[in-house]
Every structure is written in structure tokens, then in C-alpha cells.
T-cell receptor, first 112, second 113 residues
Framework: DQQVKQNSPSLSVQEGRISILNCDYT??????FLWYKKYPAEGPTFLIS?????DKNEDGRFTVFLNKSAKHLSLHIVPSQPGDSAVYFC???????????FGTGTSLTVIP | DAGVTQSPTHLIKTRGQQVTLRCSPK?????VSWYQQALGQGPQFIFQ???????QRGNFPDRFSGHQFPNYSSELNVNALLLGDSALYLC????????????FGPGTRLLVL
């Protein structure tokens, strides 16, 4: 049972525009969420996180929004750069110390 | 700092065989987690080791076992390989359970024929 879903397998965006990556979850007990970025032949790297006590967390060009009532989170990248082209995974857990459940990933292509 | 290293990078086995994958954590990290990433899927948590003991386990059968050594390095063993075990196996290390500090290795690509 896929508890974390990324329904868009791919996304293409022009350089300088906003990229919005979406993630939905089914388990209402999830209270900690991460986004990871993965380049080919490399392991995922941590990008940004958010806990359920917040609805927004910002780090430079990256902002994560959490809508608990809709069980939905999104990652905004502004402005998008060609180096942002990668696969993005969202992950969720029940508290920070427990196992994470990953989505299937969204492949982002930023077109120069 | 070499980061998280995994060996081998690629492996081909046949059904029924056994395989051992190895992971060296990032310097200063004491916790190792293993994930299986099937093609087109996200990583799935297998188990986590801390202080040489399995601390958490995901929904994987007993054919999947592991070990952590005193130097914090770890092994993942899979017995009686099935075709469905073909995947990328990722190792991640962290200090304690703080997931934000979790660093992933490049993975071992296992193909079971």
C-alpha cells in the first residue's frame, strides 16, 4: 500500500520559472516530511524538511508547503535552474526517528 | 571525507543464491539504514542498525538480514534470492536518528536472473 504518492512522474519547466512538485499521503499519523533530490548514479540528498507544526518552510530558492487537512505537500523551486534537473522524492514519517515512507519520485527537467 | 560508500556497485546473481552488500558510513555517523529501490519506485526502508543492533525494520521477509560492526560499517544479506529482489540497494548513514543528517550512498545495483 503506497502511503506516499507523487502522481506526476515528470515535469518540465523553463529556466527562471517556478517548479511545483506535489506529494500526497494517506496516513494521518505522519508528522514529519522531507524532500530529497537524486541525480543519476548518486544516492538521494536531503533538500528540505517540514514538521506538522508548520505549514511552510523556506530555504533559499526552495519552499515546502504542508496542507495537513488535505494530506498534501508541495515543493516550490523559484527560480528554477538547469542544475535543478533531477528526480525529487518526498518522504514522510511518524516523528523524526522512525522509518520514512518514500513517494515514487518526480523527474524534473529545467529547460535552459 | 569519502561520504557513504557501498560495494560492490553492480552484482549479478541467480535465483536461490545468497548475496552480501557492504556499506561504510560517513565519518562521524553511527546509524546505518538500508533501502531497496525497485525500478520506477521510491526507496523502501528495509532496516536500521544502531550500536550493532537492528533498531527498526520495514516490511521485508526474514530472508533480508543485516549486521553492523563496531566501526559502524554494515552488511545487508539476502538469502534465497528471488527475481523480485532485483533492485538498487541504498545505504544511508546518520548520527542518531536525525533524518536530516541522513546521507545516502550511490547504491548497489543487484540483478537476479
Amino acid at each position: 500500500d503506497q502511503q506516499v504518492k507523487q502522481n506526476s512522474p515528470s515535469l518540465s519547466v523553463q529556466e527562471g520559472r517556478i517548479s511545483i512538485l506535489n506529494c500526497d499521503y494517506t496516513n494521518s499519523m505522519f508528522d514529519y516530511f522531507l524532500w530529497y533530490k537524486k541525480y543519476p548514479a548518486e544516492g538521494p540528498t536531503f533538500l528540505i524538511s517540514i514538521s506538522s507544526i508548520k505549514d511552510k518552510n523556506e530555504d533559499g530558492r526552495f519552499t515546502v508547503f504542508l496542507n495537513k487537512s488535505a494530506k498534501h505537500l508541495s515543493l516550490h523551486i523559484v527560480p528554477s535552474q538547469p542544475g535543478d534537473s533531477a528526480v525529487y522524492f518526498c518522504a514522510a514519517s511518524v516523528s523524526t526517528g522512525n522509518q520514512f515512507y518514500f513517494g515514487t519520485g518526480t523527474s524534473l527537467t529545467v529547460i535552459p | 571525507d569519502a561520504g557513504v560508500t557501498q560495494s560492490p556497485t553492480h552484482l549479478i546473481k541467480t535465483r536461490g543464491q545468497q548475496v552480501t552488500l557492504r556499506c561504510s558510513p560517513k565519518s562521524g555517523h553511527d546509524t546505518v539504514s538500508w533501502y531497496q529501490q525497485a525500478l520506477g519506485q521510491g526507496p523502501q526502508f528495509i532496516f536500521q542498525y544502531y550500536e550493532e543492533e537492528e533498531r527498526q525494520r520495514g516490511n521485508f521477509p526474514d530472508r533480508f538480514s543485516g549486521h553492523q560492526f563496531p566501526n559502524y560499517s554494515s552488511e545487508l544479506n539476502v538469502n534465497a534470492l528471488l527475481l523480485g529482489d532485483s533492485a538498487l540497494y541504498l545505504c544511508a548513514s546518520s548520527f542518531g536518528t536525525y533524518q536530516e543528517t541522513q546521507y545516502f550512498g550511490p547504491g548497489t545495483r543487484l540483478l537476479v536472473l
